[in-house]
């Protein structure tokens, strides 16, 4: 389990550099700029929420012992 939520994390960041890419700073509310912006948000709460789990797993295992 540790290993899969190390790869979605990856491939969540995978998905923000490439969102990145797609941004237009002169018009970021505009167009593609817009869904590469939610896209980046999208991901960003993905990161988070994996981490929450992570934490999680760890404090289960230390409560465990």
């Given at each position: 389990m540790k290993v899969f939520t190390y790869v979605l994390i990856a491939l969540a960041l995978g998905l923000i550099i490439f969102n990145?890419?797609?941004?237009?700073?002169s018009n970021l509310f505009e167009g593609n700029?817009?869904?590469a912006l939610i896209g980046i948000a999208a991901s960003l709460c993905a990161i988070c929420i994996l981490l929450i789990f992570r934490m999680s797993k760890i404090i289960d295992e230390k409560t465990r012992e």
């Open positions: 990145i890419t797609l941004l237009d700073f700029s817009m869904v």
